[in-house]
Each structure stands twice: as structure tokens, then as C-alpha cells.
């Protein structure tokens, strides 16, 4: 896995200089999942974000009645697990390998190096990350005005 | 020890001895896990050795009280045996007496029917007489054969009995050799098994001795860095205090590292690291120069940027 082309594929970090990418490189580390095994559960503390590159997983909700649902299914180069580096809250939903699945992981302790460094990727990536929000925000409410 | 500027740091890790150094210690902890990996190997197979010799004594042990029960057994039957057979000669010599009796009570009853037919012309009384002796001399035959049947019974299946217990005790015998050879067969294989103990333990014994030579060899490596190199040695790093940020320390991983740190390591690369959190916190080396600020414009595009498309609110 050439981890500077999978950067380079994410929405994530559009826009970053070729150094800036190197250094992100540098700082994710290759993570594996086996089908059917989680990466995280509602409610674990966030610290880290994931970019896929190979396979799928599922989002996945608990209710209060405790009864579980899949409410998104993520391929790579989707990402997951940004809100917390944002917000630093809990995890809101559960995420598990549909298939083998590879990642790459970005830690905030790690983020951090990357901003000290590098500041201006650092408001990029995090512009990038508040037009992702964004753009699910605007879905959720246009589903929403059609169910009212 | 001085601090070090990163050209210089570069430097070292750049030289002949360095390298030459590197690949020793690289060489070294290689031979290291392999002497190690076999002690373990060997330390196990020890282990299982002497479990199988003491286990193999105890089957030894049991199949000799085994032929002993059989012969314990043997002499009991062998007894019973000569009892029997004392017996049946009694029971023979009975048995001859009852025949000889019945014989002779076979004979008189034959007079006796003899004189009855004979007496057809006799008086009435007379006749009575002789019936009633005829019958009576029957009934004392015909108890007395059949009490001289029932003690030939006796003697038969006392013969029987004798028979099987003679074959008993012949079973018994050979089984007891049996296992008297197993108990011997297996004492042999006790003893090969520690014999084998002791080979592997010898063996184990060398290759601790070898874990230890190299393990010296490493350490003397280690102090000799030092000296050579200006540098700190660690388990897994070399570290050069950073002149630039006296708060910073380059390390150097000696091996690759995928996992276990917070990032993943190449062996000989440059890192950075502070001096307070050490190598729990690892940062890959900041770039040679900086990007003014004042020639990035790419935030103030962003503001500059018009919205995109009809979906703007």
C-alpha cells in the first residue's frame, strides 16, 4: 500500500502540498480488519480518524430500546471518525468490517505534529472536514423536509 | 555528550563503521532470536522427555505388579487344583463301591425275579411273597444306580473342574511372562528417555551458554556506539540530543516497526522525539525548509473562492 496515493485519493486532504501529504503519510498507520469485526463502538472516546482503502464497513446505531441499525455502509476512499477530532466527543455510532478491510489511521496526538508543522494544511484539512459535515448536514435535512 | 545538528546526525548514519556497526548488530539479535527461539525448542522438548521417561517407568512398574497378581493367581488355582484332584480320588473310590454295591444288588434282584417266575406254579401266598421281595429288591436297585449315577456326575465334573483350572493356571503363567517381558521392554524405554533428557538438556545447556556470549556481544556493541558515535544506546534506538531544540532528541530506530509506537518506523530514518516523553511520542523530522506563509495562498483562495453550483444557501 503506497500510503501517499491513498492520501492523495481522500477528499480529506485535497488541496495539501506534496510535502504535506509526505508528512501525513509519515504519521497514519496501516490498520486490518477481519468480516464482522469492530473497529470502534458507540460511545468508545474518539481519537483517531480512519481513511478506507480496501473494503467496506458498516455504521452502525444503537436505539434506546437497544435494537441495532446499519444506517450507512462506507467503501474506500470514504472516511470515517473525523467528528471526533473536531468535537472530541464520544463515538455516535458503531463501525464494522463488512469484508476484510485495510485502513489507514490518523490519531489526533498525530494530527497535532502535523499542525505544528504545518499550518495552513492543517486549516485546509480541517476545511475539508467541515464541508464534508456540511454536505451531510444539508442531506439530513432535505430528508428530513421530505418526511414532514 | 553534545548535542548534535541534524546534517551531522546525517552525517554518522551515513559512515562506513556506522553502517558496518549496524549490520553487526542487526546480524547479532538475529542470532539471538534463533539461539533463543531453539533453547525454547529445546527446554520443551526436555521437558517432554522426562515426562515420557517417568511415565514410561510407571508402566513399567504396573505391568510388573501385573505378572505378579498372575502368578499370585496361578499359585492359588495350582492349590485348588491339587485339592480337587484329592477329592476325586475320594469321589472315584465311592463311586467303585456304589458300582460294586449296585452290581450286587443287580444280581439278587435278577434271582429274585428268577425265583418269581420260577414259583408260577407255587401256592398264592408264596407267589405274593416273592412279587413283594422282586418289587422292593427294584426300588433299593433303582435308588442305589441312581445314587451311583449321581456320584459319577461328581466325579466328572470334578475332572472338568481340574481341567480348567489347569488351564487357567497355564494361562496365567504365560501372561505372567508377558508382562514380566513388557515390564522389562518398558524399563529399557524409561531408561532411553533419559538418556534422551540428558542429550537434550546437554544441548540446551550449549545453546543458554550461546544466548549469553551474544547477549555480551550486543552490550559490548551497545557501549562501543557510544564511544564511536557519540550517541546514546537504547533497547531499540540510538539518540543524539538535538542542537537545534534543546527539548528535542533524535532518535534513530535500529529496526523497522510497524506496530507498538505511534507511528510506523523504518530502521536508520530519522525521528524526533521530546526529552520528557521520549520515544512514547514519535514524530517523523519537520521538512528542511519552510514554506512562507506570506507565498501560501491557499486559505486566501478559499475565502476568495466563489460558491459552488446551485446547492449554495
Known amino acids: ?148 | 555528550m553534545k548535542a548534535l545538528w541534524l546534517r551531522e546526525v546525517q552525517a554518522i548514519l551515513g559512515r562506513e563503521d556506522f553502517l558496518k556497526w549496524w549490520q553487526s548488530l542487526v546480524d547479532l539479535e538475529q542470532k539471538l532470536a534463533a539461539v533463543g527461539s531453539r533453547f525454547d525448542e529445546l527446554l520443551a522438548q526436555v521437558n517432554l522427555m522426562d515426562f515420557r521417561a517417568e511415565f514410561t517407568q510407571k508402566n513399567a512398574i504396573d505391568s510388573l505388579y501385573l505378572a505378579g497378581e498372575y502368578e499370585d493367581t496361578a499359585a492359588q488355582l495350582l492349590a485348588e487344583a491339587s485339592e480337587i484332584e484329592n477329592k476325586s480320588y475320594e469321589a472315584v473310590a465311592n463311586f467303585e463301591s456304589q458300582r460294586i454295591h449296585v452290581s450286587d444288588l443287580f444280581s439278587r434282584m435278577g434271582a429274585l425275579e428268577h425265583n418269581f417266575l420260577s414259583a408260577q406254579t407255587e401256592a398264592r401266598e408264596e407267589r405274593e411273597r416273592l412279587e413283594k421281595e422282586l418289587r422292593e429288591a427294584t426300588v433299593v436297585y433303582e435308588r442305589e444306580n441312581a445314587r451311583k449315577l449321581s456320584l459319577w456326575e461328581e466325579v466328572e465334573q470334578m475332572w472338568a473342574r481340574s481341567l480348567d483350572i489347569n488351564l487357567g493356571v497355564s494361562e496365567r503363567r504365560v501372561k505372567s511372562k508377558r508382562a514380566r517381558r513388557e515390564a522389562e521392554r518398558l524399563f529399557k524405554e524409561a531408561e532411553q528417555h533419559k538418556h534422551s533428557s540428558k542429550a537434550l538438556q546437554a544441548e540446551a545447556t550449549e545453546a543458554e551458554q550461546k544466548q549469553k556470549e551474544i547477549q555480551q556481544a550486543i552490550e559490548d556493541l551497545r557501549t562501543s556506539a557510544r564511544k564511536l558515535f557519540g550517541c546514546l544506546v537504547g533497547e531499540e534506538f540510538l539518540y543524539w540530543p538535538r542542537r537545534e531544540n534543546v527539548n528535542e532528541v533524535y532518535c534513530v530506530p535500529i529496526n523497522d516497526h510497524a506496530e507498538g509506537f505511534n507511528i510506523e518506523l523504518r530502521a536508520k530514518n530519522i525521528y524526533l522525539i521530546s526529552r520528557q516523553r521520549g520515544v512514547e511520542f514519535i514524530e517523523p523530522l519537520p521538512p528542511a525548509g519552510d514554506v512562507p506563509e506570506e507565498e501560501d495562498g491557499r486559505i486566501d483562495d478559499f475565502f476568495r473562492r466563489g460558491r459552488p453550483g446551485e446547492n449554495a444557501v
Do not use: W
Not at chain 1, 8 to 29: D, V, W
Not at chain 1, 67 to 93: C, N, T, W
Open chain 1, 1 to 148: 500500500m503506497n500510503k501517499v496515493e491513498e492520501l492523495q485519493k481522500s477528499r480529506l486532504f485535497e488541496g495539501l502540498l506534496p510535502e504535506e501529504i509526505e508528512m501525513l503519510a509519515e504519521l497514519t498507520q496501516h490498520k486490518k480488519f477481519s468480516q464482522g469485526e469492530v473497529v470502534f463502538e458507540q460511545g468508545d472516546v474518539g481519537d483517531c480518524l480512519y481513511l478506507l482503502v480496501e473494503g467496506s464497513v458498516d455504521v452502525v446505531q444503537k436505539r434506546k430500546d437497544g435494537s441495532q441499525h446499519v444506517i450507512a455502509v462506507l467503501q474506500a476512499p470514504d472516511f470515517f471518525g473525523e467528528m471526533s477530532l473536531i468535537d472530541k466527543e464520544y463515538r455516535s455510532a458503531s463501525i464494522r468490517a463488512q469484508s476484510e478491510t485495510a485502513m489507514l489511521c490518523l490519531t489526533n496526538e498525530n494530527l497535532h505534529s502535523f499542525a505544528r508543522v504545518y499550518k495552513n494544511g492543517f486549516t485546509l484539512v480541517v476545511i475539508n472536514i467541515a464541508r464534508v459535515l456540511s454536505t451531510r448536514l444539508r442531506e439530513t435535512n432535505q430528508k428530513l423536509l421530505e418526511k414532514m
